[in-house]
């Protein structure tokens, strides 16, 4: 993804948000972002931002540009793969940090 400098891993780490950064998570996708279109339509359009993972990874929020996206679901992309570097169970808490 050259707008954001990064050579993702294949796929995405989920996280779930929820309590109050809930309402901060919402003003961040209210932002302007950086947009990124598809190269291959099977795909959709997304506004991306930068991001610091738990302090050490630098990578990017995904906010795919689709209705009925669930309005708390956060997707990041890393060059490496997230879950595996940072040892992550299922309901562990990941802080992330907007450049």
């Given amino acids: 993804m050259a707008k954001l400098t990064i050579e993702a891993y294949p796929g995405t780490l989920n996280l779930e948000i929820e309590g109050d950064d809930l309402q901060t998570f919402e003003s961040l996708k209210a932002g302007q972002g950086i947009e990124i279109t598809p190269e291959k339509p099977a795909f959709c ?3 991306c931002y930068p991001v610091l993972i738990a302090g050490r990874i630098k990578g990017a929020i995904v906010f795919p540009l689709v209705q009925d996206y669930p309005e ?8 490496v ?3 595996e570097t ?8 990941v802080e992330v940090e907007i450049l």
Avoid: Q, T
């Fill in 72 to 79: 708390n679901k956060m997707e990041l992309i890393a060059p």
């Fill in 81 to 83: 793969h997230v879950r």
């Fill in 86 to 93: 940072l040892s992550l169970d299922a309901g562990d808490l």
């Fill in 45 to 47: 359009s997304a506004k």
